[in-house]
């Protein structure tokens, strides 16, 4: 089963807009995790935030957790064509084990 | 600096064949975990090894099985192959212990006829 929801399940923007990503999930965590997958591919990379740490910012990239909620929300900022893609939330649990866990996805479309 | 390596890239087998896929993680990284993606979902765990022994199971048969080498590659075998086998299939690799990301391979693309 899944544990992470994004949300929405997809996103259409012009180039330049901002485009906001939510995801939740149901249990206690260690790391939260967000990816990129574009067309197929496989997962790149964007940014991990730790269960203590609220926000982080990753050029730009800006994360955001609150864990008395059990959400994160993921914002790019000017987007731009090369970020269309599927992006998903990955969380691992409290005892920092993995597996990572993954939500179904919010599928971005930025038209130029 | 290779990372994370996967064979093939595209695979085509018919019900009740057996596949072998491949992983080589990237250097410095000890552990290895398969995750199976269908279609319009997000990547579910299959299994992880460390130090050649399977360590964690997700929720997949015993015709999902696997290996790891004493140079940390992996490899996954499913025998008896279903329709709804057909998907990417990923692997990550990531250092023990280190509360670090996992690294993902571009995946192998299994179609089953």
């Known amino acids: 089963s899944q544990q992470g929801e994004e949300d929405p399940q997809a996103l259409s923007i012009q180039e330049g807009e901002n485009a906001t990503m939510n995801c939740s999930y149901k249990?206690?965590?260690?790391?939260l995790q967000w990816y990129r997958q574009n067309s197929g591919r496989g997962l790149v990379h964007l940014i991990l935030i730790r269960s203590n740490e609220r926000e982080k910012h990753s050029g730009r990239l800006r994360v955001t957790l609150d864990t008395s909620k059990k959400s994160s929300s993921l914002l790019i900022t000017a987007s731009r064509a090369a970020d269309t893609a599927s992006y998903f939330c990955?969380?691992?649990?409290?005892?920092?084990?993995?597996?990572?866990?993954f939500g179904k996805g919010t599928r971005l479309s930025v038209i130029a | 600096d290779a990372g994370v390596t996967q064979s093939p890239t595209h695979l085509i087998k018919t019900r009740g064949q057996q596949v072998t896929l491949r992983c080589s993680p990237k250097?410095?990284?000890?552990?290895v975990s398969w995750y199976q993606q269908a279609l319009g979902q997000g990547p579910q765990f299959i299994f992880q090894y460390y130090e050649e022994e399977e360590r964690q199971r997700g929720n997949f048969p015993d015709r999902f099985s696997g290996h790891q080498f004493p140079n940390y590659s992996s490899e996954l075998n499913v025998n008896a192959l279903l329709l709804g086998d057909s998907a990417l299939y990923l692997c990550?690799?990531?250092?023990?212990?280190?509360?670090?990301?996992?690294?993902f391979g571009d995946g192998t693309r299994l179609s089953i006829l």
């Open positions: 250097s410095g990284h000890d552990t």
């Open positions: 990955a969380t691992d649990d409290y005892s920092g084990n993995t597996p990572l866990v």
């Open positions: 249990t206690s965590i260690n790391n």
């Open positions: 990550a690799s990531s250092r023990r212990g280190s509360n670090q990301p996992q690294h």
